[in-house]
């Protein structure tokens, strides 16, 4: 999230905030595409962190980014935090350990997504290799120690660091250590959104199978082929996993509310001051329970924003759409990701097949696929097929989408191109994890040194 927002708008009921959600609505003529990936900066001398401050770190890169791009600073207390582009909506910005990410812009077609992370990149290598700076594609930090990664200097933050060891084992993991590509998608009516919601949750585990890349720990083997997906296991469950609410008969917009404002809020800004509301939620917020606790204690629909940006379910609700089981990776499987969605929820017969395909599955089978998904990647077994056979399925829907929507490039090519890294994986049957694992136990000898100059952008 590159910027809170500061609305004064007041919200008082389930209705109201319903309508929020609902006015992301729009016709499919106007659906876009908006990819968001991380990525883990560090010292190209040693491999180690880079700090924010200093002429070797975080708030250097942003400065030389914002020189180079000319877009609006974002700051917190005085210190720039991010960068936002006023024309095409796209943002930059720094998550807690200093995982540097791109939020895109809303685009329409994968070829110009392939060619905004690409152009993306490039700036960064510009801005960040005279400072001797390289920037990492995995899903965690293979070999730093929690208590190696640097803070990031925002205020959320800091609230948020203070809060997650009472709700979970692996918070603090999450934020400092963790890194992931997202797809942001659009929908049509309350319907298409509940038909999407519910594919999207139900075959997220198949994503995060296919895109499995953070075997390594502390600079050892972890035994897990995504251990930032068994990460979200301990975070917090408050605000995150599969959401069965969504498979529940009328699930809707008000739903999604009566869920969100039950879970509790992580702070409520005030001019520019954060106020650490933890333990309090949206709905006591709106009953008055900050009455006397911060200034002007009325929820708004800042607030509201603000607080939606803090529920980490697997597929989130805001006014579109967030697909966020996915480890960081390689630019080609930036690509890939939004390939694999957008022609898998993006053409009506394709929505549809992918429907009946888990319309069937049970919650205990979709909480087993989301349990075992991260230590068994493919091969996770599913009634009497594997995740890799339903990895498959999802990936013919897929590619029939992309085929049906027929967005050429220049050369000619539709949209299938970008699958081009799922389909090698599900032909050889490696994730990208086990293609690392068979590296370190290879040709790196066991010394993971090597995945620097392997995996770095």
């Avoid at 959600?21 to 880079?50: M, Q, V, Y």
């Avoid at 030389?64 to 910005?93: F, K």
């Avoid at 959401?243 to 520019?272: C, H, N, Q």
């Amino acid at each position: 999230m590159a910027r809170d927002t500061i609305d004064s708008t007041p919200v008082s009921g389930v209705a109201e905030l319903a309508a929020t959600l609902e006015a992301g609505c729009k016709p499919e003529s106007d659906f876009r595409i908006g990819t968001e990936h991380e990525k883990f900066g560090f010292n190209l001398s040693d491999n180690s962190p880079i700090p924010y401050e200093g002429p070797r770190g975080i708030e250097a890169v942003l400065k030389g980014m914002e020189g180079l791009l000319g877009w609006e600073r974002i700051e917190d207390n005085g210190l720039i935090i991010g960068l936002a582009d006023p024309v095409g909506g796209g943002a930059i910005s720094i998550e807690p350990g200093g995982q540097f990410e791109l939020s895109g812009a809303p685009l329409d077609n994968l070829h110009q997504t392939c060619r905004e992370t690409n152009c993306h990149l490039a700036q960064v290598r510009q801005v960040a290799e005279p400072l001797g700076i390289g920037f990492l594609g995995l899903g965690m930090t293979p070999t730093w120690a929690r208590a190696d990664v640097p803070v990031m200097p925002k205020s959320r933050y800091q609230i948020m660091t203070r809060y997650m060891p009472k709700v979970g084992s692996l918070g603090l993991d999450m934020m400092y250590r963790t890194s992931t590509i997202q797809v942001n998608l659009d929908f049509s009516t309350e319907a298409d959104m509940r038909a999407k919601m519910r594919v999207g949750l139900a075959l997220q585990p198949v994503a995060t199978a296919i895109f499995a890349n953070s075997p390594f720990t502390d600079g050892k083997v972890n035994g897990f082929k995504s251990f930032r997906a068994e990460i979200w296991k301990d975070t917090d469950n408050d605000r995150s996993g599969p959401l069965p609410i969504a498979f529940e008969d009328g699930f809707g917009f008000e739903s999604y509310v009566e869920w969100a404002i039950d879970v509790p809020m992580y702070f409520v800004k005030r001019g520019t001051t954060y106020h650490d509301v933890t333990g309090t939620t949206f709905r006591a917020f709106m009953n008055g329970a900050l009455e006397g606790v911060i200034p002007d204690a009325r929820p708004t629909l800042g607030d509201w924003n603000n607080h939606l940006s803090t529920l980490f379910p697997d597929v989130r609700l805001k006014k579109y759409l967030e697909m966020r089981g996915a480890d960081g990776g390689p630019w080609r499987r930036i690509c890939a990701l939004p390939a694999l969605w957008v022609g898998l929820l993006y053409d009506q017969g394709m929505l549809d097949q992918a429907g009946e395909m888990i319309r069937d599955w049970t919650e205990e089978e979709r909480v087993h696929l989301r349990d075992e998904v991260p230590r068994l990647g493919l091969e996770t077994p599913f009634r009497n097929r594997t995740v890799r056979d339903l990895a498959k399925d999802m990936v013919a829907l897929s590619r029939e989408g992309l085929k049906r929507r027929a967005r050429l490039n220049d050369g000619g090519q539709d949209e299938r191109v970008h699958l081009a890294a799922v389909e090698e994986t599900l032909a050889s049957g490696m994730t990208p994890a086990d293609v690392m694992l068979r590296r370190y136990h290879g040709e790196w000898g066991g010394d993971l040194s090597k995945v620097y100059q392997a995996y770095a952008y």
